[in-house]
């Protein structure tokens, strides 16, 4: 019932063969590959910042040093491109032999359909023991099966303060509970000055950051064995705060995105922030005033006894099944955890995308770079927060892998619950049962 | 026809072929690269096809059921309406208004004619990206220079709640296709003769009624055309409003071709995205023959 | 007309145009400021320190002149074949009379009717049937498509505005038919036809979602899907290098239109007809 017959069939059988071929030779690999006739790799990534793209090129180059036979060709895909362009590849069987940097969900949904290569040759490859303890679990989608692993953390709600607006507002400590988080922004509230720059838009930072709030509420959107649980009185105190922090947000955060929250506090205009350690960069580069003044802590939960939760996207990198060369691809693969080269691409943003690898993270040639360097409490605040992170794909360690989750976020669900319930005043009780009612169809199809 | 030498059936006939060879080219084009997906696409709207792999089972009319039972289609045609009745009633307002401005004789006219085409220059992603900027409430320059003149002390929340986001969205689609209507306006009009507008000078007549009784006439056929073809272009419209507003404040923009794009890619269901097209294809289809019936009878 | 009368209009037409424009002259602006200038708040009107450092960053650092020949390539490409086929077509279907004539004409608009979304990955699979995947060629092709029927749609209501008495009159001088379009009709059409290659031109160069999924490696990415791709991702836009580039991409547009401007006035073909 495909619109790829006669490509498929073809395509399939070959591919099995080169996965069995390549586990049989998994155990003992060499470091070289046996002198064959010239292959080209393809490598996509939606990251291609210009820093990030000369870091590639250095991997590339490193890899192609050492194997004469391979050709290694980036090609950059984007954030909203790489849906339908992975569509298109899938479907015709002309796969490119590395993704990396796509979120967790999207690798969970296509391992669920028998698209992707196990990674468990390329993690022995690396190391198993390099990786934090429990970085890979995400992606340990069938047991003992690994779709994929990442290829950097991210922290992305981590709470950003202006330590100088905090004294002169005399506030003494970082927030750590959601009453000393609303007494905080209420002070720095003024004279131009917002206390945060929370989403309230219809769109997936909405939905993304409000999950985290859900959990810093002590609830869950699913039970570990994947109800839908997101109509309970946790949900309702979320939404509680979430409506009591509008006020203290600007009025154009009812279409806030990434940008937009991360730009109104690195310009000032707001007394904390909620992001990635992309804040650092960009302070270092649009706004150094306050370069001075910028620290990061886990964002607040309701109670001192609820734990945090870190958002992490998991950037990853995982192999398409169909894809050629594999041995060759599995190589190259692990070459991107080499060191010299790692963390050049680490580097391209630094605090943003952080190792997965704790030897990285404590590899001093890491550390010398000077924003690593200006802010490493920081840093280390973010590595051990992301490395202990999940996201709606794996919400606690209890909780099985949920392949759906990409499909739930996109569909704006979750952010158009906060906007009706939050921005419109509509009954709670009606819209969270509307909620569950359509995430469970989601689930479903 | 007043050639009456030439008209013999014969060569009438071998004018025909000639004629039929003129367009063949389109049409083989056409078939090749547009029918083809056409036809696959309604194929794939009687299947439950999953986008990643467009694998999936036949499902007969159950896409089509969902469709007529289930608001969404509804809603975002509805919303669909209000947009493109909004924004391109101002694109030919501003349209025909800026052409007539611009066939005068200004000062430095050829760059005041770049300067207007710059909307339709810049590419629609940037276009939107800048606009948000500019609508920014905390370092936006429209606020700012809103508040510099004193018409509002407060940043306004242009996108982000209703009606504002609806109108924002109808101004900017405004602001970035109407120089397409200033164009071929500004080409016709350099054809209308001059002895028409001065037979009407010399009968009395002033600036407007030479715009209704001269200028209009002259500028229908034209403009019959342009109507269709950026009410069919408005109504497709999807980078602007996706980029713009994402279909928010929850569903109160978002128009037809957002609904198939969230279908498609958001939740992976071609199948159901197809027949959404499907449905916005017939009524667009509905439209366009109304209004050619009813432009053609009255020319 | 009387000096002051002259004034107030051009004022008033001026203040319009620059209304209309100010979104280019924040761009050129922005694209001068040091990034540490971007934000400020309340936002500057003017630069206060000019730089080019961006416009220098985008043109040596990046493959921004590759996406650039493309993006010249394949615009110039998809017009020609448009102009070409639309102008040819346009003749027949307003000049010459033959069975489903009108039909066709109702055919080709029909088939534009579908969303692109949804056309894209069977076009795709086709492209890669056809051996043309990733290259400048099949967008040639896909953009030629979307194209073709607004440029026949136009061109046919241009051709309707000029009179069959013309054309007439070459025939009765023994012209052939096709030696009559060329002498008598093209002319008169000229304006028609240089809108219609202008507006193909801008599509085309501008053209996002079919590029996005047509094409993959950077030797056949146009400029669109390059400097997006490039430039802006989920958490991060590099806003300073993204106004160089706009002002980049427009100035070409700019530039051609420039040069088209003068067949568009007064004086070319008019009052072809006397009487």
Same mark, same amino acid.
């Given at each position: 019932?495909?619109?790829?017959?006669?490509?498929?069939?073809?395509?399939?059988?070959?591919?099995?063969?080169?996965?069995?071929?390549?586990?049989?030779? &998994?155990?003992?690999?060499?470091?070289?590959?046996?002198?064959?006739?010239?292959?080209?790799?393809?490598?996509? *990534?939606?990251?291609?910042?210009?820093? $990030?793209?000369?870091?590639?090129?250095? @991997?590339?180059?490193?890899?192609?040093?050492?194997?004469?036979?391979?050709?290694?060709?980036?090609?950059?895909?984007?954030?909203?491109?790489?849906?339908? @362009?992975?569509?298109?590849?899938?479907?015709?069987?002309?796969?490119?032999?590395?993704?990396?940097?796509?979120?967790?969900?999207?690798?969970?949904?296509?391992?669920?359909?028998?698209?992707?290569?196990?990674?468990?040759?390329?993690?022995?490859?690396?190391?198993?023991?390099?990786?934090?303890?429990? &970085?890979?679990?995400?992606?340990?989608?069938?047991?003992?099966?690994?779709?994929?692993?990442?290829?950097?953390?991210?922290?992305?709600?981590?709470?950003?303060?202006?330590?100088?607006?905090?004294?002169? &507002?005399?506030?003494?400590?970082?927030?750590?509970?959601?009453?000393?988080?609303?007494?905080?922004?209420?002070?720095?509230?003024?004279?131009?000055?917002?206390?945060?720059?929370?989403?309230?838009?219809?769109?997936?930072?909405?939905?993304?950051?409000?999950?985290?709030?859900?959990?810093?509420?002590?609830?869950?959107?699913?039970?570990?064995?994947?109800?839908?649980?997101?109509?309970?009185?946790?949900?309702?105190?979320?939404?509680?705060?979430?409506?009591?922090?509008?006020?203290?947000?600007?009025?154009?955060?009812?279409?806030?995105?990434?940008?937009?929250?991360?730009?109104?506090?690195?310009?000032?205009?707001?007394?904390?922030?909620?992001?990635?350690?992309?804040?650092?960069?960009?302070?270092?580069? $649009?706004?150094?005033?306050?370069?001075?003044?910028?620290?990061?802590?886990?964002?607040?939960?309701?109670?001192?006894?609820?734990?945090?939760?870190?958002?992490?996207?998991?950037?990853?990198?995982?192999?398409?099944?169909?894809?050629?060369?594999?041995? &060759?691809?599995? $190589?190259?693969?692990?070459?991107?955890?080499?060191?010299?080269?790692?963390? @050049? @691409?680490?580097?391209?943003?630094?605090?943003?995308?952080?190792?997965?690898?704790?030897?990285?993270?404590?590899?001093?040639?890491?550390?010398?770079?000077?924003?690593?360097?200006?802010?490493?409490?920081?840093? *280390?605040?973010?590595?051990?927060?992301?490395?202990?992170?999940?996201?709606?794909?794996?919400?606690?360690?209890?909780?099985?892998?949920?392949?759906?989750?990409?499909?739930?976020?996109?569909?704006?669900?979750? *952010?158009?619950?906060?906007?009706?319930?939050?921005?419109?005043?509509?009954?709670?009780?009606?819209?969270?049962?509307?909620?569950?009612?359509?995430?469970?169809?989601?689930?479903?199809? | 026809?007043?050639?009456?030498?030439?008209?013999?059936?014969?060569?009438?006939?071998?004018?025909?072929?000639?004629?039929?060879?003129?367009?063949?080219?389109?049409?083989?084009?056409?078939?090749?690269?547009?029918?083809?997906?056409?036809?696959?696409?309604?194929?794939?709207?009687?299947?439950?096809?999953? +986008?990643?792999?467009?694998?999936?089972? =036949?499902?007969?009319?159950?896409?089509?059921? #969902?469709?007529?039972?289930?608001?969404?289609?509804?809603?975002?045609?509805?919303?669909?309406?209000?947009?493109?009745?909004?924004?391109?009633?101002? #694109?030919?307002?501003?349209?025909?208004?800026?052409?007539?401005?611009?066939?005068?004789?200004?000062?430095?006219?050829?760059?005041?004619?770049?300067?207007?085409?710059?909307?339709?220059?810049?590419?629609?992603?940037?276009?939107?990206?800048?606009?948000?900027?500019?609508?920014?409430?905390?370092?936006?320059?429209?606020?700012?220079?809103?508040?510099?003149?004193?018409?509002?002390?407060?940043?306004?929340?242009?996108?982000?709640?209703?009606?504002?986001?609806?109108?924002?969205?109808?101004?900017?689609?405004?602001?970035?296709?109407?120089?397409?209507?200033?164009?071929?306006?500004?080409?016709?009009?350099?054809?209308?003769?001059?002895?028409?507008?001065?037979?009407?000078?010399?009968?009395?007549?002033?600036?407007?009624?030479? =715009?209704?009784?001269?200028?209009?006439?002259?500028?229908?056929?034209?403009?019959?055309?342009?109507?269709?073809?950026?009410?069919?272009?408005?109504?497709?419209?999807?980078?602007?409003?996706?980029?713009?507003?994402?279909?928010?404040?929850? +569903?109160?923009?978002?128009?037809?071709?957002?609904?198939?794009?969230?279908?498609?890619?958001?939740?992976?269901?071609?199948?159901?995205?197809?027949?959404?097209?499907?449905?916005?294809?017939?009524?667009?289809?509905?439209?366009?023959?109304?209004?050619?019936?009813?432009?053609?009878?009255?020319? | 007309?009387?000096?002051?009368?002259?004034?107030?209009?051009?004022?008033?037409?001026?203040?319009?145009?620059?209304?209309?424009?100010?979104?280019?002259?924040?761009?050129?602006?922005?694209?001068?400021?040091?990034?540490?200038?971007?934000?400020?708040?309340?936002?500057?009107?003017?630069?206060?320190?000019?730089?080019?450092?961006?416009?220098?960053?985008?043109?040596?650092?990046?493959?921004?002149?590759?996406?650039?020949?493309?993006?010249?390539?394949?615009?110039?490409?998809?017009?020609?074949?448009?102009?070409?086929?639309?102008?040819?077509?346009?003749?027949?279907?307003?000049?010459?009379?033959?069975?489903?004539?009108?039909?066709?004409?109702?055919?080709?608009?029909?088939?534009?009717?579908?969303?692109?979304?949804?056309?894209?990955?069977?076009?795709?699979?086709?492209?890669?049937?056809?051996?043309?995947?990733?290259?400048?060629?099949?967008?040639?092709?896909?953009?030629?498509?979307?194209?073709?029927?607004?440029?026949?749609?136009?061109?046919?209501?241009?051709?309707?505005?000029?009179?069959?008495?013309?054309?007439?009159?070459?025939?009765?001088?023994?012209?052939?038919?096709?030696?009559?379009?060329?002498?008598?009709?093209?002319?008169?059409?000229?304006?028609?036809?240089?809108?219609?290659?202008?507006?193909?031109?801008?599509?085309?160069?501008?053209?996002?979602?079919?590029?996005?999924?047509?094409?993959?490696?950077?030797?056949?990415?146009?400029?669109?899907?390059?400097?997006?791709?490039?430039?802006?991702?989920?958490?991060?836009?590099?806003?300073?290098?993204?106004?160089?580039?706009?002002?980049?991409?427009?100035?070409?547009?700019?530039?051609?239109?420039?040069?088209?401007?003068?067949?568009?006035?007064?004086?070319?073909?008019?009052?072809?007809?006397?009487?």
């Amino acid at each position: 019932m495909s619109l790829k017959n006669v490509l498929s069939a073809g395509v399939d059988r070959r591919s099995v063969l080169a996965g069995m071929a390549a586990s049989g030779a &998994a155990a003992a690999i060499p470091r070289r590959l046996r002198a064959q006739e010239q292959i080209t790799l393809r490598w996509w *990534s939606p990251q291609s910042s210009p820093e $990030q793209l000369a870091a590639y090129e250095t @991997q590339i180059r490193n890899f192609e040093a050492q194997h004469e036979n391979v050709r290694v060709v980036f090609e950059r895909t984007s954030d909203e491109g790489y849906a339908p @362009q992975l569509a298109a590849a899938f479907a015709s069987g002309e796969v490119p032999n590395v993704v990396t940097h796509l979120p967790s969900f999207a690798v969970s949904n296509y391992w669920r359909n028998g698209l992707l290569e196990p990674f468990n040759d390329v993690i022995e490859m690396i190391g198993p023991e390099k990786f934090y303890d429990g &970085a890979n679990q995400i992606y340990e989608v069938d047991p003992g099966q690994y779709a994929g692993t990442g290829i950097g953390n991210s922290a992305a709600n981590m709470m950003w303060l202006r330590t100088d607006l905090m004294e002169q &507002a005399g506030i003494e400590a970082a927030p750590r509970t959601w009453d000393e988080m609303l007494a905080a922004v209420a002070a720095m509230q003024g004279g131009g000055i917002f206390g945060a720059p929370l989403p309230y838009g219809r769109n997936s930072m909405t939905s993304l950051i409000f999950i985290g709030v859900i959990h810093q509420a002590g609830g869950q959107v699913f039970s570990p064995d994947l109800q839908v649980a997101i109509d309970s009185d946790e949900t309702r105190d979320a939404l509680e705060f979430y409506r009591a922090m509008r006020e203290f947000c600007p009025p154009g955060a009812t279409n806030y995105s990434w940008g937009d929250s991360l730009t109104a506090f690195v310009s000032g205009a707001c007394a904390t922030g909620i992001y990635t350690g992309r804040v650092l960069i960009n302070v270092a580069t $649009q706004n150094p005033g306050i370069a001075d003044h910028v620290t990061c802590e886990l964002y607040p939960t309701k109670s001192a006894d609820i734990a945090p939760w870190t958002f992490n996207d998991f950037p990853s990198v995982f192999i398409p099944r169909a894809a050629d060369n594999m041995e &060759a691809t599995k $190589q190259f693969a692990a070459f991107l955890f080499d060191p010299e080269g790692y963390i @050049q @691409q680490l580097h391209a943003a630094p605090g943003h995308v952080l190792p997965v690898l704790s030897t990285i993270a404590d590899d001093p040639a890491y550390q010398a770079n000077p924003i690593i360097e200006r802010y490493s409490d920081e840093v *280390s605040k973010m590595a051990s927060a992301a490395a202990g992170g999940f996201n709606l794909g794996w919400e606690s360690t209890a909780h099985q892998p949920n392949a759906k989750a990409g499909e739930i976020i996109n569909s704006n669900v979750i *952010s158009e619950m906060v906007q009706r319930i939050v921005l419109n005043d509509e009954n709670a009780d009606q819209v969270l049962g509307e909620t569950t009612a359509r995430i469970e169809e989601i689930m479903t199809t | 026809m007043s050639s009456t030498v030439i008209a013999a059936p014969l060569l009438e006939r071998r004018y025909a072929r000639l004629g039929a060879l003129l367009i063949a080219p389109t049409i083989v084009v056409f078939s090749l690269v547009i029918v083809y997906p056409l036809l696959a696409a309604i194929y794939l709207s009687v299947f439950s096809i999953y +986008t990643p792999t467009l694998e999936g089972e =036949f499902v007969g009319i159950d896409n089509y059921i #969902q469709l007529f039972t289930e608001p969404a289609f509804w809603q975002s045609l509805w919303t669909t309406l209000i947009w493109t009745v909004g924004t391109l009633s101002l #694109q030919i307002v501003f349209g025909v208004g800026l052409a007539l401005l611009l066939h005068q004789n200004l000062w430095f006219r050829s760059l005041a004619r770049s300067l207007v085409l710059f909307p339709y220059f810049v590419s629609t992603v940037v276009a939107v990206l800048v606009w948000r900027w500019l609508f920014n409430d905390l370092y936006g320059a429209v606020n700012h220079g809103l508040m510099q003149l004193g018409i509002t002390d407060m940043p306004v929340d242009w996108l982000g709640s209703m009606p504002n986001a609806m109108i924002g969205v109808i101004l900017v689609g405004a602001w970035k296709y109407f120089p397409f209507v200033v164009i071929a306006v500004l080409a016709r009009l350099q054809t209308i003769p001059d002895h028409l507008y001065e037979a009407a000078k010399i009968d009395g007549a002033g600036p407007i009624s030479r =715009f209704w009784d001269v200028t209009l006439p002259q500028l229908r056929s034209v403009l019959v055309v342009i109507i269709l073809l950026r009410a069919i272009w408005d109504f497709k419209e999807f980078d602007l409003i996706f980029l713009l507003t994402g279909g928010g404040p929850v +569903t109160s923009t978002q128009t037809l071709p957002l609904l198939v794009y969230q279908e498609a890619f958001a939740l992976n269901n071609m199948g159901q995205a197809a027949a959404y097209s499907v449905g916005m294809m017939l009524v667009m289809l509905v439209f366009m023959l109304i209004y050619i019936r009813r432009t053609r009878r009255e020319s | 007309m009387p000096f002051l009368r002259k004034l107030a209009f051009n004022l008033f037409t001026w203040s319009l145009v620059l209304l209309i424009a100010f979104p280019l002259f924040w761009m050129i602006v922005t694209s001068l400021k040091p990034q540490t200038e971007l934000f400020r708040i309340p936002p500057t009107w003017l630069p206060e320190t000019v730089t080019f450092e961006h416009y220098a960053r985008l043109l040596f650092d990046t493959p921004f002149l590759l996406y650039f020949r493309n993006s010249v390539v394949l615009a110039t490409t998809t017009t020609i074949f448009v102009v070409l086929l639309g102008t040819v077509g346009a003749y027949s279907l307003v000049r010459f009379k033959y069975r489903g004539r009108d039909t066709l004409a109702m055919l080709v608009l029909f088939t534009y009717l579908l969303p692109s979304v949804v056309l894209i990955i069977p076009l795709y699979l086709m492209m890669v049937e056809l051996g043309l995947s990733n290259t400048l060629t099949s967008l040639v092709l896909a953009h030629t498509t979307f194209a073709l029927p607004y440029a026949l749609w136009l061109l046919r209501s241009f051709m309707e505005g000029v009179p069959e008495d013309l054309e007439s009159a070459a025939l009765v001088d023994g012209a052939t038919r096709l030696g009559a379009f060329k002498d008598v009709i093209l002319p008169q059409l000229l304006p028609g036809i240089i809108s219609t290659a202008l507006f193909t031109f801008i599509l085309s160069w501008n053209e996002y979602l079919y590029a996005l999924v047509l094409v993959n490696s950077d030797s056949a990415r146009p400029l669109t899907t390059g400097v997006m791709t490039m430039l802006i991702s989920a958490f991060n836009i590099e806003w300073s290098l993204l106004m160089a580039a706009s002002v980049m991409m427009s100035l070409p547009l700019i530039i051609v239109f420039a040069f088209l401007q003068s067949y568009l006035t007064r004086g070319f073909g008019a009052g072809g007809v006397k009487g």
